[in-house]
């Protein structure tokens, strides 16, 4: 008999869903907000901070993963470079980029342009994936993610016609592309990983890091204040969290109807970052919101009614 697990319940992926892109909303405007509370402006002041965020996420996860399975947590020779290929394509260098990139974006554009993951997940899955493959609702849910990506860059109210950054909208991108080949990488191998391994050690290997290149290029800790702690705490429960929840999805269930619920990130990023940062709402970034959360149900509609008929 196969090993049987609550996440293979269709209700509990659901709300786990819901519940994962809530918080990786929230991510956005608490990144801003330490940024301001710590006084974080250079380039590996950021990395540092980032790297410290995700190694104590990996710690953390490593320590409940021994706790709870009694298991042993040694990467063993077979499992190394997985690991760190997720490693590095997910933390390691995806979060660089997306630290880099975030400083110089809006909290509410960041959140938008993170969810097009859901779209470079479709496309890829097309190539790697026979049960994948593209159609015409899917190719008009990707123009749609698409024409939101291209219209958060519009500043219409500034009267410039395309506001885009390679170090900062680019950047986002780029990470997002490399999240996106991690989902397809982790679906291949679903059957045969061990998720809160090698979540934990991917998070912690790349948040370790991090923290190097953070010191050698600045070799400067930021002084941490109770808020500023609880903050960074808040980020590491959120990445350990919320990444080993959707690893573990990820191995009970196809990545298309999983990834529908990811267009609840720019959602609620743009939601918490208005009420938390005060950041102003454009009438632009509204509709690029509806149009990436209507492409994102459309791309994966079909996939999911497609799973529910069989």
Known sequence: MGEHSRFEKKSVMILTAIACCIAWGSAFPSIKLSYDMLNITGMFEMILFAGLRFALAGAGVLVFTRLKTKRSIRLTRKELPFTLLISLLQTFGGYILFYIGIASVSAVKSSILVSTSVFTVAVLAHFMFKEDKLSWRKAI??????????????????????????????????????????????????????????????????????????????????????????????????????????????????????????????????????????????????????????????????????????
């Open 141 to 310: 849910g990707l123009l749609l993610g698409f024409a939101g990506v291209v219209l958060v860059n519009v500043s219409l109210l500034d009267g410039a016609l395309f506001s885009f950054s390679m170090m900062g909208e680019g950047l986002i991108l780029i990470s997002v592309t490399m999240g996106a080949i991690t989902v397809v990488l982790i679906r291949m191998r679903r059957r045969s990983i061990d998720v809160m391994k090698l979540n934990g050690w991917q998070l912690f290997l790349g948040g370790m890091g991090m923290i190097l290149v953070g010191m050698i290029g600045d070799p400067h800790i930021p002084r941490f204040t109770w808020a500023s702690g609880a903050l960074l705490l808040w980020l590491a429960a959120l990445s350990g969290i919320a990444f080993t929840l959707w690893f573990t999805m990820l191995k009970y269930h196809n990545a298309a109807p999983l990834e529908q619920y990811k267009f609840l990130i720019p959602v609620s990023g743009t939601l918490l970052s208005v009420l938390i940062l005060g950041e102003s709402l454009r009438i632009e970034m509204l509709f690029a919101v509806l149009l990436v959360s209507i492409g994102t149900v459309i791309v994966n509609m079909q996939r999911r009614n497609a799973i529910e008929k069989s």
